[in-house]
C-alpha cells in the first residue's frame, strides 16, 4: 500500500468498521510533518461525505506524550457526525477501543484567521465554553502502534457530547474541578488547569495548530482542549463527569 492510497484505504475501513491500517507500515521514513499530511489526507476523504465540528487536542499530558513517543501534544479534527447528546446511550459495539476523557469544550463565536496575541484576544473570539466528555477511539484493533500511528489516523477522533452552556465569562476556568464516576464510583478527579497548565494556553496551541494546518476556525467550530486528569477505557455502565456548578455530562454505555 503506498502513502498515496493509504488515505482512501484508511477512509474505507473507518466506513466499514474495520481496524486502520499504520502509516508506520508504510517506512521508517515517517515522521511528525509526513503523520500530519497523512490525517490530513484522510479527513479531507472523509469530508467527501462529512463536515467539521471543530478541532481537538490530545495527549496534552507528559504520562500519555511518554507512553506514545511523543515530544509535545497533538491535535486531530472532529467530525460533525461523532456528536452525542448530553444523556444519550451508546453501545461499546460502536467503538473498536473506547477511551473516555472529561475536557473543556471552547465553542467559537466568529472566525479566527491568525493565532490570537493574548488571552484577552481568546475570550473575545469565544462564544461558549461547555463541559464535555470525548469518546475518543482507538482505532488500530489491538495492533501496536506509535504516536505517529495516533497523528494519522487523525489523533483518536470519534465521538464527543456537551453539557449545558453555564456562565463562563465570570467563571475562573482553571480552578474549575471534575470528578468521574461509574456506576457512582470515583474514576477520578481533577482539575482543568492540568491540561497544559492553563486552559487558555491549550486552546492558543490549539489554534495555533490548527491554522498551521491549513484548516479554517469559523464561527461554531468546538474546540476541545485535551483530557483533566486520566483517560480510562470505555466499559458498559452509567457515567458521569461532574463539574459542579460548571455543569455536568451523564451518558451510558451499553455491552
Known amino acids: 500500500m503506498s502513502a498515496q492510497t493509504l ?5 474505507a475501513d473507518h466506513a466499514a468498521g474495520n481496524p486502520l ?3 508506520s507500515a508504510e517506512g521508517a521514513d515517517l515522521d511528525l510533518p509526513a503523520a500530519y499530511a497523512i490525517q490530513r489526507a484522510y479527513v479531507r476523504a472523509r469530508l467527501e461525505t462529512e463536515s467539521i465540528a471543530g478541532f481537538k487536542a490530545g495527549a496534552t499530558a507528559p504520562g500519555p506524550q511518554k507512553v506514545f513517543g511523543l515530544a509535545e501534544p497533538i491535535s486531530g479534527v472532529l ?3 461523532g456528536l452525542r447528546h448530553n444523556g444519550a446511550t451508546v453501545g461499546l459495539a460502536e467503538f473498536r477501543t473506547l477511551m473516555l476523557e472529561v475536557e473543556l469544550g ?3 463565536g466568529r472566525a ?3 493565532p490570537p496575541q493574548d488571552v484577552a484576544a481568546l ?7 461547555l463541559p464535555m466528555v470525548e469518546l475518543a477511539e482507538i482505532p488500530f484493533g489491538g495492533a501496536p502502534f506509535t504516536g505517529l500511528d495516533l497523528i494519522a489516523a487523525n489523533s483518536a477522533s470519534c465521538a464527543f457530547m456537551a453539557g449545558g452552556e453555564p456562565d463562563w465569562r465570570a467563571t475562573d476556568l482553571n480552578a474549575l474541578r471534575v470528578r468521574f464516576s461509574r456506576d457512582a464510583v470515583l474514576l477520578h478527579e481533577a482539575s482543568a488547569s492540568e491540561v497544559m497548565g492553563d486552559q487558555w ?4 496551541w490549539l489554534i495555533e495548530r490548527i491554522l498551521a494546518q491549513g484548516y479554517r476556525l469559523e464561527p461554531g467550530h468546538l474546540l476541545m482542549t485535551g483530557s483533566i486528569g486520566a483517560a480510562h477505557p470505555g466499559k458498559s455502565g452509567a457515567y458521569l463527569a461532574d463539574f459542579g456548578e460548571f455543569g455536568r455530562v451523564a451518558f451510558q454505555i451499553t455491552d
Open 106 to 108: 471552547f465553542r467559537l
Open 7 to 11: 488515505p482512501d484505504r484508511m477512509k
Open 112 to 114: 479566527i484567521t491568525r
Open 79 to 81: 467530525f460533525a457526525s
Open 123 to 129: 475570550r473575545e473570539a469565544v462564544d461558549a465554553v
Open 201 to 204: 494556553q491549550a486552546l492558543r
Open 21 to 23: 491500517p499504520l502509516a
